[in-house]
C-alpha cells in the first residue's frame, strides 16, 4: 500500500471527448509525475508537477495538461480524446523536486478506454 | 536519447528454479537504475534501485540486482522464485541531469509454474 490513490478506476470516454483523472498523493510529497501505461508496453512519462509547477515535459501533445493543488492532490486532463489514448494512466508521489534518486510511490491507475 | 531494452518479452520458469531477467541501457552519462513490479490490475511498486556506491543491490524479497557499467546492464536475479513471484517487471532509468523522471523498458512477464 503505497498511500497514492486515483480516481476512477475505469473510464470510457467517446472519441473527441474531454477526461479528467484524479491522484491524491502520500501527504508531504512535493512532487506529482503523470505515466500513460499503453497495453504490453512499459510506462511512458507525461508531465511533472512540484509545488503546483510544471517541472518537466515528455513527448506528449498540448491537450494532455495538467494541476496540482496544495492539498497534495493533481489532475490529469486530456481534451479531444483519440483512439490512442486508451490506456493505463498511473501517477506517482515522491518527495521533492530532486536529482533523480527519489524513489517514486505509484498509484493503481486508471483504466481509459477511447471508443 | 536514454532507451532501456529489456530482451526478454516473457520468461517461463518453474517453481523453486533460478531466474535472470534481463535489462540494458543507453547512456553515455551517469545513470540512476531501478526495478519495478507490477502485479495484475495494480499499480507499480519498487523492487530495487541503484543510485551509487555498492554495484550489487538487493531487495527484501530475494532479488538482487547488479549495475554494471562496462555493458550497461542492470539484470535482476533470484535464486529461487516462488509461484507469487509471477508478474511483469520493468527496469528503468534515470539520467541524474533529467530530474526525476523515468524512462522505462518494454516490461517482462515471469511465469512461474508449479
Known amino acids: 500500500e503505497t498511500g497514492v490513490t486515483q480516481s476512477p478506476t475505469h473510464l470510457i470516454k467517446t472519441r473527441g471527448q474531454q477526461v479528467t483523472l484524479r491522484c491524491s498523493s502520500q501527504s508531504g510529497h512535493n512532487t506529482v509525475s503523470w505515466y500513460q501505461q499503453a497495453l504490453g508496453q512499459g510506462p511512458q512519462f507525461i508531465f511533472q508537477y512540484y509545488r503546483e509547477e510544471e517541472n518537466g515535459r515528455g513527448n506528449f501533445p498540448p491537450r494532455f495538461s495538467g494541476l496540482q493543488f496544495p492539498n497534495y492532490s493533481s489532475e490529469l486532463n486530456v481534451n479531444a480524446l483519440e483512439l490512442d489514448d486508451s490506456a493505463l494512466y498511473l501517477c506517482a508521489s515522491s518527495l521533492g523536486r530532486l536529482a533523480g534518486g527519489d524513489t517514486q510511490y505509484f498509484g493503481p491507475g486508471t483504466r481509459l478506454t477511447v471508443l | 536519447a536514454q532507451s532501456v531494452t529489456q530482451l526478454d518479452s516473457q520468461v517461463p520458469v518453474f517453481e523453486e528454479a533460478p531466474v535472470e531477467l534481463r535489462c540494458n541501457y543507453s547512456s553515455s552519462v551517469s545513470v540512476y537504475l531501478f526495478w519495478y513490479v507490477q502485479y495484475p490490475n495494480q499499480g507499480l511498486q519498487l523492487l530495487l534501485k541503484?543510485?551509487?556506491?555498492?554495484?550489487l543491490v538487493e531487495s527484501i524479497n530475494g532479488f538482487e540486482a547488479e549495475f554494471n557499467k562496462s555493458q550497461t546492464s542492470f539484470h535482476l536475479r533470484k535464486p529461487s522464485v516462488h509461484i507469487s513471484d509471477t508478474a511483469e517487471y520493468f527496469c528503468a532509468v534515470i539520467l541524474n541531469n533529467a530530474g526525476n523522471m523515468l524512462t522505462f523498458g518494454g516490461g517482462t512477464r515471469l511465469m512461474v509454474k508449479p
Open positions: 541503484y543510485l551509487s556506491g555498492s554495484t
